[in-house]
């Protein structure tokens, strides 16, 4: 039953395609597309800064990159992009800063659409930001139920570590 409804939760949740979310009228898709920028990365190499600000949107198109943040003297890692991924949709939606550090683990590329343009795309074609911010939303309820799942351990009287409830 437990296995059943976490699934259900996940499926809503799951990311929605790329076409999907940006699905506009011709005009705008030509607006996005002439504002697409692709940057080649070598494993090291920082894509943006947390805190920076915003570009536009960004796509992973290729290689692993790494979120990391640093909150309260603490430095986190968030979690690992991959190809497919939109990231920093908080930024390019919200205030405009970087909410975290990408930083490529290995070669790879990254495709931007500048944040003029995505403004004007919002103007002209309300829809897609809605659809942005539902994803953002999805988002984070991915992140929220992978910190549910995750088990914390505590050693036991005896010395042993045992998992935590």
């Given at each position: 039953m437990q296995t059943e409804a976490r699934s259900e939760q996940t499926e809503s949740v799951a990311p929605r395609p790329l076409a999907e979310l940006l699905q506009c009228p011709p005009s705008i898709g030509n607006l996005l597309n002439r504002s697409a920028e692709c940057f080649n990365y070598e494993a090291g190499d920082v894509v943006f800064h947390q805190s920076d600000k915003c570009?536009?949107?960004?796509?992973?198109?290729?290689?692993?990159?790494?979120?990391?943040?640093?909150?309260?003297?603490?430095?986190?890692?968030?979690?690992?992009?991959?190809?497919?991924?939109?990231?920093?949709l908080a930024a390019a939606l919200g205030d405009e800063l970087h909410t975290y550090t990408l930083g490529a683990l290995s070669a790879g590329s990254v495709l931007m659409l500048s944040i003029e343009a995505l403004h004007r795309a919002f103007d002209a074609h309300p829809p897609l930001r809605r659809r942005l911010l539902e994803e953002l939303a999805r988002e984070v309820s991915r992140g929220y139920a992978a910190c549910c799942h995750v088990r914390v351990f505590k050693p036991s009287r005896g010395g042993k570590v045992a998992a935590a409830d």
């Open positions: 570009q536009g949107l960004y796509l992973i198109v290729s290689g692993q990159f790494q979120r990391r943040t640093d909150r309260m003297s603490a430095h986190l890692v968030l979690g690992q992009a991959r190809s497919g991924d939109l990231v920093e």
